[in-house]
């Protein structure tokens, strides 16, 4: 019997054993297995912020839609209509932040916004004389569907935050072992008010 036969079978075999193979299950308290849990946790707090501020962005949008339409009415004060523009174009500039944003910050950008809305109600309520288009009664429900949707939207991005937050709090010696940006890590503010 040859040599070669057994060389080829054992290759062979090896070569089964190694594709019948499974990984090694991940240690559910190892740092690597933290870091994956985080990375999904972090996915789903980015996921449902970015899905508010598209939300606040369109209704910026349909806000500024609406003062153009409303600009075209030879009844419309203009230089009323320009006022609520400028509100509206700084209205993402006065827009709090993820990661630093505070209670005082949140307030001050409701108040901004609604301020608008209301003057903007005001103004298609026809009592100053001006004659409103659909289009503008249109965009008016859309902002307000927009508008309805943010207690919502926070109350999702608070309850995402906070899993995140317990989490890094719970396995805070797990992610601190990998260094780097996971030795540093905060929790997020929230929209809720803390006691």
């Not at 080829?8 to 090694?24: D, I, Q, S």
């Not at 026809?126 to 919502?152: C, F, M, R």
Request: glycine share 4%.
């Amino acid at each position: 019997m040859s040599k070669q036969p057994i060389w080829l079978a054992l290759l062979l075999f090896a070569m089964v054993a190694a594709c019948n193979r499974t990984p090694k299950a991940l240690d559910p308290a190892s740092a690597t297995a933290a870091k994956q849990q985080l990375e999904v946790l972090r996915d789903s707090v980015n996921v449902r912020w970015n899905a508010m501020i598209a939300s606040d962005d369109a209704k910026i949008t349909a806000t500024s839609q609406m003062l153009n339409e409303l600009e075209r009415s030879p009844a419309a004060d203009k230089q009323q209509l320009q006022q609520l523009t400028q509100v509206n174009n700084r209205l993402k500039e006065l827009r709090y932040r993820q990661l630093t944003m505070q209670s005082s910050q949140i307030d001050r950008y409701d108040a901004a916004q609604d301020s608008l809305l209301g003057v903007l109600r005001n103004i298609t309520s026809g009592s100053n004389g001006t004659a409103v288009s659909s289009t503008v009664l249109n965009t008016l429900n859309t902002i307000g569907e927009y508008d309805g949707q943010v207690v919502g939207q926070r109350v999702q991005y608070d309850q995402a935050a906070k899993k995140f937050n317990n989490y890094i709090q719970l396995h805070q010696a797990e992610l601190q072992s990998l260094g780097g940006k996971y030795k540093q890590l905060a929790p997020l503010p929230l929209f809720e008010l803390t006691n």
